[in-house]
């Protein structure tokens, strides 16, 4: 791929992945998240890609390994696209059953997919789960959707964009408002402000500046860091 330069080699680079997607009739993305990976992920993708071979139609559906998609508890699990149906407590043996009976015979298979225990029945799109239907990611919203071992994938949901803007198209002024303006805190129990540390290391009169990056969970047992990918909204919020 060689060094990107421009934000139209970003768009060029978007368009191209996502019009190599469009030959796919399917998505299948297997959760890769801690859970999943714990209770043998792996093995539901490989079910899944023999069973596409031995029923030949492996070159119209793609699949592969996304971050996790929120709800370990119920791994391994995976979703199906473009569709959205989402399924639950895989086994190789139920994988390879949805194959042929989605993928093939355009049949959902409902008793494998997500069962509400409040509602005493099974919702297969993952979007009318009560569970995800209440929160909205923020940080993460690429988290469960994404490949994350395909770069190309990151820059097709414009990875790197807001980085490309600022570095050619912003002064260090205007970055540091923007950043300011945002609101953006750190993630410690304190809060603080990312553009009052902006702020500061650029009114330093210096040659040479260092950033340091604290990529450390620092508060055990607190999981603040870890819970930035969502927000809860309230019920007068949804509208």
Known sequence: MGKIKSIAQL???????????????????????????????AEIENAIKEELE???IAKNV????????????????????????????????KSKEIVQRHLVKNEIVEEYTFYDKSL????????????????VKIVLDL?????????????????????AKAI?????????????????????????PTGTKFRAGFSQKSDIKYMVCNADEGDPGAFMDRSVSKATRTASSKE
Not at 120 to 135: G, M, N, R, S
Not at 175 to 191: F, H, I, N, T
Request: proline share 3%; with cysteine.
């Open 62 to 93: 793609n699949v592969y390994q996304t971050g996790c998609m929120g709800i370990c508890a119920m791994g391994p699990v995976m979703l199906v696209l473009p569709d959205r149906t989402f399924y639950t407590n895989l086994t190789p043996e």
């Open 11 to 41: 768009e060029g680079i978007k368009n191209e992945f996502l019009k190599n997607q469009e030959k796919y009739k399917y998505q299948i993305l297997v959760c890769g998240g801690t859970g999943c990976v714990s209770s043998n992920c």
């Open 120 to 135: 005493l029945k099974y919702v297969p799109k993952i979007d009318d789960i009560e569970f995800f239907k209440a929160q």
């Open 168 to 192: 050619t198209g912003m002064t260090q002024e205007e970055v540091v408002k923007e950043v300011e303006a945002s609101g953006l805190r750190g993630r410690g129990g304190a809060g603080f």
């Open 54 to 56: 031995e029923q030949g």
């Open 143 to 163: 988290c469960g959707i994404i490949d994350y071992t395909d770069i190309k994938d990151y820059i097709a949901h414009d990875g790197y964009l807001a980085a």
